[in-house]
């Protein structure tokens, strides 16, 4: 069975970094794009960032310079480099693989940024 399991998470300052890390366990057939979601206290999940099996990237407007995203196609592991860390960061994040089919969702990894 498919697992995603996130890593990465922690406390940081403001201005700090965080690197989140994305490990697929299994074989995933069908790929379309990954991409890393995060749900802060009263809020609804939102996409942080999401790159295409071609390579191609798109981030929430609110992440935009600050957080990269990246993968390893060859072990399907994806990760998201967070710069210049805010309070307002601060959620649980979690990586989604969508695809020809169900998708899958990661447990998450909380992420708090201190001011």
């Known amino acids: 069975q498919v697992q995603l399991v996130e890593s990465g998470g922690g406390l940081v300052q403001t201005g700090g970094s965080l690197r989140l890390s994305c490990a697929a366990s299994?074989?995933?057939?069908?790929?379309?794009?990954m991409g890393w979601y995060r749900q802060g206290p009263g809020n609804q999940r939102e996409l942080v960032a999401r790159?295409?099996?071609?390579?191609?990237?798109n981030y929430a407007d609110s992440v935009k310079g600050r957080f990269t995203i990246s993968r390893d196609a060859s072990k399907n592991w994806i990760y998201l480099q967070m710069d210049s860390l805010k309070p307002e960061d601060t959620a649980v994040y979690y990586c989604r693989f969508r695809r020809l089919g169900p998708d899958y969702w990661g447990q998450g990894t909380q992420v708090t940024v201190s001011s």
């Open positions: 790159i295409t099996v071609g390579g191609s990237t």
């Open positions: 299994g074989t995933i057939a069908g790929i379309t794009d």
